[in-house]
């Protein structure tokens, strides 16, 4: 049978359609293989099986070091990059990321719990360096390439959506399975399947992202000429330009404050379920369960942005996110009687606060992307140059600040509760890793207070982000595309 001939667009491109919104998702998709292990279960892994308990706040923290210098330079190359590839360099930098976070995903969880301390603080920095390394270098391009696929708002809240949808089957995966397969009867971790569930995910990202390589059509046009004339890129001028664009800021203090809050509720949810619901394998399946706003809400993402505009469909989504943060806070003060071993009704309630919050998030997720393509497109309205690689990775550095921030602070909370080794170090300067059934009910109390807390910080942080910051809204929006667009034909 014939194959199907491609319809081409009036540059001679394939046209936009579901193949470009499938491919996108996948990318997302072999980003979160990845990183849906760092954020669920590596604060566990290092506290409860390697007994770095007393360190992790601190190296965590000391890491994002790292990343202040990891983004914004690999950004910068990947901008001043200007060599001829067989496709685009977008795609060449991914497919070296998705190689090496086989490799780093696996070294972040090295089960070696009977090693001296300094070693596993070595072990850990090392992981989380390559790690995070290989995660840029495929994650930065990544999120650039949403500005090239396509011009038109329509599409790109299209793929900003489906890149949603690729990040929540990332996330599901290792949620639902993963709580299955690594702990043991007693609720403990087991830090040997840990690695292995690492390196599968490693290799599942790869293939996914293969799949988006082979998939993506590139059809805005950036190729610059190069003489001896044209300024050499210069990145601290490029950093100024991001500090003045307002969409790029504005959208970035939403990312922090929902990854701060949500990352941060993510490490005292695993807890939560440990030893005030005592049931940690559910706890996945309600996330997932959680999700169903998302999914619901996806499909119409392209009509009601159209109709409505990113900016302000994103405002309705931060309130209904505060809202549900607001019921899950209120709710247990002396409305539900709750006691050790009798939490039912409340898991009742989580369960409709995390829905009121997916519907949120569901909202917001499906535009987030799509208005950050928006803050490159403003960064070459108001300066002449695009600068993919430097908006975004600084956007992505910010991100990945909060990521560590989150579980930072959570733990540092969590320490001052009681969450704390159980044993003082041996003659070797071995920790003992914490033991979550000598926790008191008290303590498991206090932590269901945090967690809403944290969530209720997230709903707030995004609007004041997407509400008060980020200026693009619908009117300003199609001015700035349609001069962009004019300049261009010029």
């Known amino acids: 049978m014939a194959k199907k001939p491609v319809r081409l667009d009036e540059n001679g491109n394939r046209r936009f359609g579901m193949r470009d919104c499938l491919a996108y998702a996948a990318g997302d998709l072999g980003c979160n293989m990845s990183f849906a292990l760092k954020g669920t279960i590596m604060p566990l892994f290092w506290t409860q099986v390697m007994g770095l308990s007393a360190w992790y706040s601190l190296l965590i923290v000391i890491l994002q070091v790292w990343d202040a210098i990891n983004d914004p330079l690999i950004g910068s190359i990947v901008d001043a990059d200007r060599h001829k590839y067989k496709r685009n360099k977008f795609l060449q930098y991914m497919w070296v990321g998705s190689i090496g976070l086989i490799v780093g995903g696996a070294l972040c969880f090295l089960p070696f719990p009977g090693a001296p301390t300094w070693a596993k603080i070595i072990i850990f920095m090392a992981g989380y360096v390559i790690w995070d390394a290989f995660y840029t270098v495929a994650n930065v391009p990544y999120g650039s390439l949403l500005s090239l696929i396509s011009n038109n708002p ?3 809240a299209s793929l900003s959506a489906w890149r949603s949808i690729g990040s929540m089957v990332g996330n599901m995966l290792p949620m639902v399975l993963l709580p299955f397969l690594v702990y043991n009867p007693d609720k403990s971790l087991n830090g040997p399947m840990v690695f292995v569930a690492a390196l599968v995910m490693g290799v599942l990202g790869f293939i996914f992202f293969q799949f988006m390589i082979k998939n993506t059509e590139v059809r805005v046009d950036t190729e610059v000429n190069v003489n001896d004339d044209q300024p050499k890129f210069n990145v601290i001028k490029a950093m100024g330009n991001f500090v003045k664009n307002r969409p790029a800021v504005g959208a970035t203090l939403a990312a922090m404050g929902m990854f701060i809050g949500m990352q941060g509720a993510s490490t005292a949810v695993s807890v939560t ?30 009509k009601m942005v159209t109709k409505y505009g990113k900016k302000e469909l994103s405002i309705v989504g931060s309130i209904c996110y505060i ?11 002396g409305i539900i009687p709750v006691s050790d071993g009798n939490t039912g009704v409340d898991l009742i309630v989580y369960v409709v606060a995390q829905l009121v919050m997916s519907l949120g998030m569901g909202i917001y997720s499906t535009v987030s992307w799509a208005m950050m393509g928006d803050a490159i497109d403003y960064n070459e309205w108001k300066t002449g140059n695009r600068e993919e690689g430097i908006v975004y990775s600084l956007h992505s550095f910010f991100r990945k600040l909060a990521q560590g921030i989150g579980p930072a602070v959570a733990l540092a909370i969590m320490k001052g509760m009681g969450y704390v080794n159980n044993a003082n170090p ?17 303590f498991a109390l206090e932590l269901r207070t945090l967690v809403a807390i944290l969530y209720l910080v997230a709903g707030i942080m995004l609007f004041v982000g997407l509400g008060l910051v980020y200026n693009l809204d619908k009117k300003t929006l199609n001015k700035m595309t349609e001069e962009l667009t004019a300049r261009k034909g010029n």
Do not use: H
């Open 323 to 333: 809202i549900g943060g607001v019921f899950l806070f209120a709710a247990p003060l």
């Open 273 to 302: 379920f440990q030893i005030y619901f005592k049931n940690p394998q559910i706890s996945g399946i309600i996330s997932v369960f959680a999700m169903i706003p998302i999914v619901v809400f996806t499909p119409l993402a392209r």
């Open 154 to 156: 329509a599409d790109r």
């Open 426 to 442: 041996d003659a070797n300067g071995v920790f003992t890793a914490i033991d979550v059934n000598l926790l008191s009910w008290e």
